[in-house]
């Protein structure tokens, strides 16, 4: 398995993307002990955008797939405080099962360089109105 400099494996191998599964996992163990609080303030949204266990699970899942999208979430900070809102927010999906407990769901994007756009999604609690990262991957920029 190759890794890049941060430890991140680079190819598209079942094992690769268990990998970057568990390096995702551990990077927002860290980010919590640093961030208490589990929230950033998101300068487009003017309100807190908080970090619960359905960010980690439904990004760990999602953006462990591609080697770019796992190097967005070391930019996790930067990209709750930037990313700025497209469009209006949506109906959650009851279908899905991860977005039963929202009642929105607001797409939202982030410009960094190097890496393009990268694409985070907010869930709207239902009741408390309290808005939660749902999922952070990189957009493919062909």
Not at 5 to 31: H, V
Not at 54 to 83: D, F, H, P, W
Not at 96 to 117: A, P, R, T
């Amino acid at each position: 398995m190759e890794l890049d400099k941060n430890g991140i494996a680079l190819g598209d191998t079942k094992d690769d993307k268990k990998q970057r599964k568990q390096f995702i996992m551990n990077l927002y163990k860290i980010w919590e002990i640093e961030n208490p609080h589990k929230q950033v303030f998101n300068k487009s949204l003017k309100d807190f955008v908080n970090v619960k266990h359905i960010s980690v699970k439904e990004t760990a899942g999602q953006a462990s797939l591609r080697y770019i999208s796992t190097l967005a979430i070391m930019s996790l900070t930067e990209i709750l405080e930037n990313a700025e809102q497209k469009g209006i927010p949506q109906n959650a999906n009851p279908e899905k099962y991860n977005q039963k407990g929202f009642e929105k769901i607001i797409i939202m994007e982030y410009d960094k360089e190097d890496l393009g756009k990268i694409k985070l999604t907010v869930g709207v609690k239902r009741g408390t109105k309290e808005k939660v990262q749902y999922c952070i991957t990189t957009i493919k920029n062909d």
